[in-house]
């Protein structure tokens, strides 16, 4: 056991010693909330570039009402600070304008218009049925819009939302309908989202709380998301780390003074005790923010506990499995075809984290969350999502867990022990199933 902790204390002072851990602890955060400071600075950072579209009003009712209300947007809408003594404009302004028929009638029109959109004349161009405001539906009812940058959802969702507000005056008043009325009768009551009410111990009420959306799904996420990078940043540099000195013939020197499996664990107790450390780093930061914010109370205490043991219990796995591939390796490219189903395993949760999120009781989020490779990030989820699991789900969770880390270090070990000498053979699975059984 001496020589385990020489060899993992050794990795871990190595490790955190390196300018690679240093840069971690700064690429994780930037990783995870770089994308939104990015947005908080760049909101500002619009394309103001006037947006001209021609319009084909083929009912001859439509336009004026498209251009005044562009107007009206333009003068009071694409502006902030407008009480202040500098309203600065924040959007593009909406330039309509009629459609004028082209010199050569044989084109069409669409055609025409399009070559303007080419051009740089036009952004987008839009075609109104004539039968538009038929209260019946029917007839050209069609409105379309054509554009070269469809990625820009700007102005058509505004121009969707002006001709359904102006078709829908028209028909209210040729029903003869108060539209002051329809308002008032169809304003939009918001719904009060609520947890449940309970009784406490002296018998008192307990009225429900209202959702408090960083609760009940940043939390989950971020907790879910937050392991998985730490797993991640750990587990595959064994991998490296193995088959770096594999190559270097430096394991041979190791093993002559150590036995496989006591370098193997020694390798995989440093990897833990790093990413640990970067664990305590981060949660720590989390607490000290929460506090700062005075939310420290939406994260209950056991949740940092659980957060540990996953990732514990993450780590050992895919840690081993790393460590064997690198051991079973004798080039780089073997080890890239060995890693994808490691890979595979690993980004289970990724590719099914958001109908657990979505539904954490139903039968697949038990299912896939009680599946082990699974099971540290999806349980966390699970864990982080009020009210939780039942307490036999966790549990059961925890045992199948342990279990097939106990597997996967065992097995990997068997690996390791025959690969970590062997020069020049190109590993696959059947090989390795044989060393594993092999005694």
């Known amino acids: 056991m001496n020589k385990v902790l020489r060899v993992a204390v050794t990795e871990y002072l190595t490790a955190v010693r390196s300018k690679a851990f240093l840069i971690g602890i700064i690429m994780l955060p930037v990783l995870m909330f770089g994308g939104l400071i990015v947005a908080q600075l760049t909101k500002d950072k619009v394309d103001l570039k006037d947006r001209r579209f021609a319009v084909i009003d083929r009912s001859g009712k439509m336009y004026e009402a498209i251009a005044r209300r562009a107007e009206e947007r333009n003068r009071n809408g694409i502006f902030n600070g407008q009480d202040g003594a500098d309203p600065k404009q924040i959007r593009p302004r909406f330039l309509p304008q009629v459609f004028e028929k082209p010199e050569t009638e044989s084109r069409t029109v669409e055609l025409v218009l399009s070559e303007q959109v080419r051009a740089g004349e036009l952004f987008a161009f839009l075609v109104i049925g004539k039968d538009i405001l038929n209260t019946k539906g029917e007839g050209d009812t069609e409105v379309a819009y054509y554009t070269e940058t469809p990625t820009f959802t700007d102005?058509?969702?505004?121009?969707?939302?002006?001709?359904?507000?102006?078709v829908m005056a028209h028909r209210f008043t040729e029903a003869e309908v108060d539209q002051a009325l329809v308002k008032r009768l169809t304003r939009h009551t918001p719904v009060k989202r609520l947890g449940l009410a309970a009784l406490s111990d002296t018998g008192e009420l307990i009225k429900a709380k209202e959702e408090n959306k960083l609760a009940t799904f940043g939390i989950p996420a971020i907790s879910m998301f937050l392991l998985f990078i730490l797993v991640m940043s750990s587990a595959p540099a064994l991998l490296n780390t193995v088959l770096e000195e594999k190559l270097q013939k430096i394991s041979e020197v190791l093993i002559s003074a150590v036995t496989p499996f006591q370098l193997m664990f020694g390798k995989l107790i440093g990897a833990v005790m790093v990413s640990l450390t970067l664990s305590v780093l981060y949660?720590?930061?989390?607490?000290?923010?929460?506090?700062?914010?005075?939310?420290?109370?939406?994260?209950?205490?056991?949740?940092?506990?659980?957060?540990?043991?996953?990732?514990?219990l993450a780590l050992m796995i895919f840690g081993s499995v790393f460590s064997a591939i690198g051991a079973a390796c004798s080039e780089l490219k073997d080890a890239q075809n060995m890693m994808f189903p490691a890979m595979m395993l690993v980004m289970i949760p990724m590719f099914t984290w958001m109908p657990v999120l979505q539904a954490p009781s139903s039968t697949f989020s038990r299912v896939i969350?009680?599946?082990?490779?699974?099971?540290?990030?999806?349980?966390?989820?699970?864990?982080?999502?009020p009210p939780g699991p039942p307490w036999w789900e966790i549990a059961l969770a925890v045992v199948l867990t342990t279990g097939f880390m106990l597997l996967c270090v065992w097995a990997s070990a068997k690996i390791f022990r025959v690969g970590i000498l062997s020069q020049g053979q190109t590993p696959t699975f059947k090989k390795l199933l044989v060393w594993i059984i092999s005694r």
Do not use: D
Request: aromatic share 14%; no cysteine.
């Open 155 to 166: 102005l058509p969702g505004w121009i969707e939302q002006a001709v359904n507000e102006e």
């Open 283 to 312: 949660l720590g930061s989390v607490v000290f923010f929460l506090a700062r914010m005075e939310m420290l109370s939406l994260v209950p205490v056991s949740l940092f506990a659980w957060f540990l043991l996953f990732q514990l």
């Open 369 to 385: 969350s009680l599946f082990p490779p699974a099971t540290p990030m999806l349980m966390m989820l699970r864990i982080a999502i």
